[in-house]
């Protein structure tokens, strides 16, 4: 009698703590979920709708004020890439991003690693060299301007010492993407610096000693030692500015407005001429997606095959 009345206690007691895990599951749920709905509502304000809605767009004609009017399916992405004016922009940015990736990372590796002396006074050299991080796009582009003058700039002046004629750093269409991607490389070179010496400096000195004490040269030491240990940051970089090299705007729309020739015409900046100057948002969608998809296949890519060489300890 006691065993039967003892086991309907047990199972309420079983039951009411499984409730009780129940409840304070759910609730722990939603004060996590509580925490995460500020940052949720931002990305979905900001990121997702923007993204449906482009995707929306781009199968479908829009009048001037961005209303549908006729869908038309893949008609946007198959005439995109019947249009010259397009395959141009794809060029000039696959062009784009091979001129400024591998400059900006060379560039600030040089400069982390001249700054990562342990000299009197490096302190000041760290600074001019991080400097173009506070300087915005347009007034870097106004510096560049003057530079690039086709008359009194002072690059033409240093091709006349050398017996030059005058350069149209910004005029001329074999000139105009390179001079645009000199530019950038300055104005990225401070943010790419500041990381690379971050990993320079986290580098344990202890293997600096050791290949000391065998011999091995300053040259020997940077190849086995440095770009090794390094590898974990130059991944993030060469990741980082291959995405801000294909989102590049500012500077093309201060320089050159994606001319001479559209040889500067960027995909950024021709999704931005088609849908805020033609008004062709269906068009200007379209792009955006094949932008989106092109960023996306390339990260996805880099961390497929790159992340391998990657030494993380």
């Given at each position: 009698m006691e065993s039967q009345e003892i086991a309907p206690l047990y199972f309420e007691q079983v039951e009411n703590f499984q409730r009780y895990k129940k409840i304070k599951r759910i609730?722990?749920?939603?004060?996590?979920?509580?925490?995460?709905?500020?940052?949720i509502l931002l990305f979905g304000i900001f990121i997702f709708y923007p993204l449906i809605k482009t995707i929306y767009l781009s199968f479908y004609l829009t009048n001037?004020?961005?209303?549908?009017?006729?869908?038309v399916g893949i008609e946007n992405y198959t005439r995109l890439f019947q249009s010259p004016l397009f395959l141009q922009s794809l060029k000039s940015t696959g062009l784009f991003v091979l001129y400024t990736v591998p400059?900006?990372?060379?560039?600030?590796?040089?400069?982390?690693?001249l700054a990562n002396e342990k000299l009197k006074g490096i302190g000041i050299f760290r600074t001019l060299f991080s400097?173009?991080?506070?300087?915005?796009v347009a007034a870097s582009?106004?510096?560049?301007?003057?530079?690039?003058?086709?008359?009194?700039?002072?690059?033409?002046?240093?091709?006349?010492?050398?017996?030059?004629?005058?350069?149209g750093w910004l005029t001329d269409p074999k000139w105009a993407l390179i001079s645009v991607a000199v530019s950038t490389i300055w104005m990225n070179s401070g943010f790419t610096f500041l990381i690379i010496l971050g990993g320079l400096q986290s580098i344990d000195t202890q293997l600096y000693e050791s290949a000391n004490v065998e011999g091995a040269g300053y040259f020997y030491q940077l190849r086995r030692i440095t770009v090794p240990m390094l590898s974990p940051t130059l991944?993030?970089?060469?990741?980082?500015?291959i995405i801000n090299a294909f989102q590049t705007f500012g500077q093309i729309d201060m320089l050159t407005k994606g001319g001479p020739s559209n040889e500067t015409n960027l995909l950024?900046?021709?999704?931005?001429?088609?849908?805020?100057?033609?008004?062709?948002?269906?068009s200007g969608s379209a792009q955006a997606v094949i932008l989106f998809i092109l960023i996306l296949v390339i990260t996805a890519c880099q961390f497929k095959f790159n992340e391998r060489k990657v030494h993380y300890q």
């Open positions: 609730k722990n749920s939603l004060i996590g979920f509580s925490f995460l709905l500020p940052s001037p004020a961005g209303e549908t009017t006729l869908f400059g900006t990372i060379l560039f600030g590796f040089i400069l982390a690693i400097s173009t991080m506070g300087i915005s582009s106004v510096f560049w301007i003057f530079l690039f003058n086709p008359t009194n700039g002072y690059l033409n002046k240093i091709v006349h010492l050398f017996g030059g004629t005058d350069i991944f993030f970089i060469f990741t980082v500015s950024v900046y021709s999704i931005y001429r088609e849908a805020f100057v033609n008004y062709q948002y269906g």
